[in-house]
């Protein structure tokens, strides 16, 4: 089992940042790539960013390339994600997630494990 507890979640205006975290803990974090996603109301579940198990590989979706930014310290056993350029669009809570394989890193249903998630509101 996996432990997942994403903190740095707020309320922020448009154009400002936040960095959320992820703490993991129950396993060796390095064997997990990790992902962060994320549920507006009333929408799918969408992809975020991932990053492989020694961080050398990354990818995003479209709508945050260019703001926002995954990271990881093994040594820590955590994962996060820098967001800046804010917009209201990206309103959501935000949840990290745990996969030993990494083959789909952009499906949610490929991860093992997921954290409680974590609110982020943009405003106006």
């Known amino acids: 089992q996996v432990q997942l507890v994403e903190s740095g979640g707020g309320l922020v205006q448009a154009g400002g940042s936040l960095r959320l975290s992820c703490a993991a803990s129950?396993?060796?974090?390095?064997?997990?790539?990790m992902g962060w996603f994320r549920q507006a109301p009333g929408k799918e579940r969408e992809f975020v960013a991932a990053?492989?198990?020694?961080?050398?590989?990354?990818y995003y979706a479209d709508s945050v390339r260019g703001r926002f930014t995954i990271s990881r310290d093994n040594a820590k056993n955590t994962v996060y994600l820098q967001m800046n350029s804010l917009k209201p669009e990206d309103t959501a809570v935000y949840y990290c997630?745990?996969?030993?394989?990494?083959?789909?890193?952009?499906?949610?249903?490929?991860?093992?494990?997921w954290g409680q998630g974590t609110q982020v509101t943009v405003s106006s």
């Open positions: 997630a745990a996969d030993v394989r990494f083959s789909s890193p952009k499906i949610g249903s490929e991860y093992d494990y």
């Open positions: 129950g396993r060796t974090f390095s064997n997990y790539a």
């Open positions: 990053i492989g198990w020694s961080g050398g590989i990354k």
